[in-house]
């Protein structure tokens, strides 16, 4: 019996093997020469090695009772995911080479995951759907506002764009996989259970990353009233990413939700056209 995906049947989970910054790597302040933004991004890339590593466990757990074409779209999850986190790593280590210190920022990221990992595995697929939902979100936002990398530094800029547009491309995996392994539940529990992670899942992921942001900011010397006003503007202002997750965490706990009832598909399409513009420009250089 074919397992349901709501994915678009006309859009792909493209495998991508592409590297960023090897050449250049980006500058201390790599966003515009904003420390605020710089450490805020920085917090959030701090997360992902040992997050996506997380994430493709909680799913493959369930691959193999999967079948097409869900099953598919689970490697190509998997795929996309090992190569954000080998991205990432190298991002970080790059953060590294300019004087941060991320070892403590990566150690928290470390011991909530395991904190995660006690909880069965439908819980760690949950919570790998609230989190792959706060991406994707991210990822929206930061396509369809170029000011929010539009200080980035080139490299870094084609990181993060690439790495969003995967995260549109796969967001749905993940709660796909959910619904599936799931099935058995009646639909309240199904969503009471996502729901009550998400709110947990919230809470943390709020807390890891400001902490981390605060880590980087008092390296910095920046740990200041002044720096935390204005990255809280831009994170919480009229178009601020945060204030839009929140936004999407209202929208996932509507029963009935799906992350491809928002469509961006035309996002995509424009977000890839620039990425592989870009990479057009590279290879002929």
């Known amino acids: 019996m ?21 050449e250049a790597p980006p500058p201390r302040w790599w966003h515009g020469g904003d420390p605020g933004r710089t450490a805020f991004f920085n917090a959030l890339s701090s997360t992902f090695p040992v997050g996506e590593k997380f ?90 506002n170029p000011h929010h990398l539009g200080g980035a530094s080139e490299e870094a800029g084609r990181l993060w764009r690439w790495h969003a547009i995967e995260e549109i491309e796969h967001k749905a995996v993940a709660f796909d996989t ?56 831009y994170l919480y202002g009229r178009d601020g990413l945060m204030r839009h997750l929140l936004f999407g965490v209202f929208a996932y706990m509507r029963p009935g939700f799906h992350p491809w009832h928002l469509d961006d598909r035309g996002l995509l399409a424009q977000a890839l056209a620039l990425l592989n513009a870009g990479e057009t420009k590279e290879q002929a250089a």
């Open 2 to 22: 074919p397992s349901p995906t709501q994915t678009p049947d006309n859009l792909k989970i493209e495998k991508r093997d592409l590297k960023f910054g090897r």
């Open 55 to 144: 994430f493709m466990t909680a799913v493959r757990h369930y691959r193999s009772g999967t079948s097409e074409p869900l099953r598919s779209q689970i490697d190509d999850f998997l795929y996309q995911e090992s190569m954000h986190s080998r991205e990432h790593v190298v991002f970080n280590r790059q953060a590294e080479d300019v004087g941060f210190d991320i070892a403590p920022l990566e150690d928290r990221a470390r011991r909530t995951i395991a904190w995660v990992k006690r909880r069965p595995p439908l819980q760690q697929l949950a919570a790998t759907c609230a989190l792959e939902h706060f991406t994707a979100t991210l990822a929206h936002d930061a396509l369809a």
């Open 178 to 233: 959910y619904l599936h392994a799931a099935r058995n539940l009646s639909p309240f529990r199904r969503w009471l259970k996502r729901s009550v992670v998400m709110c947990v899942t919230t809470i943390r992921f709020h807390y890891v990353i400001f902490r981390n942001t605060a880590d980087l900011l008092r390296q910095d010397g920046r740990n200041n009233v002044r720096t935390w006003r204005a990255l809280l503007g």
